[in-house]
């Protein structure tokens, strides 16, 4: 089993600034890609952006030059720094992440979600 755990969302004025977090745990034996996607209310979840494991990144237009996704592979989390944030930002943020875990001698490679995290920005 693996679970992603996200924090770090909120209430933010339009203009600010909100860091999310997911840690990965469990029977991992490494990650691949880790990303953030999100769902407005009404709307379809969409890619925000994703990291590979050696630290290549790809983002949505919507969110380039405000948006940075990074991560630590030795503690197997995922960061969204999130700044100059838009009423239309407003969100429940899903964390993903590949991950190929270990089970005694298989290696499945498993497509792992967070349980969300709301961000909501107010204009």
């Known amino acids: 089993q693996v679970q992603l755990v996200e924090s770090g969302g909120g209430l933010v004025q339009a203009g600010g600034s909100l860091r999310l977090s997911c840690a990965a745990s469990?029977?991992?034996?490494?990650?691949?890609?880790m990303g953030w996607y999100r769902q407005a209310p009404g709307k379809q979840r969409e890619l925000v952006a994703v990291?590979?494991?050696?630290?290549?990144?790809n983002a949505a237009d919507s969110v380039k030059g405000r948006f940075t996704i990074s991560r630590d592979n030795a503690k197997n989390t995922v960061y969204l720094q999130m700044n100059s944030l838009k009423p239309e930002d407003t969100a429940v943020y899903y964390c993903?992440?590949?991950?190929?875990?270990?089970?005694?001698?298989?290696?499945?490679?498993?497509?792992?979600w967070g349980q969300g995290t709301l961000v909501t920005v107010s204009s």
């Open positions: 993903n992440a590949e991950v190929v875990s270990r089970s005694g001698y298989y290696f499945p490679t498993l497509e792992v």
């Open positions: 469990g029977s991992i034996f490494s990650i691949n890609a």
């Open positions: 990291i590979t494991n050696g630290g290549t990144t």
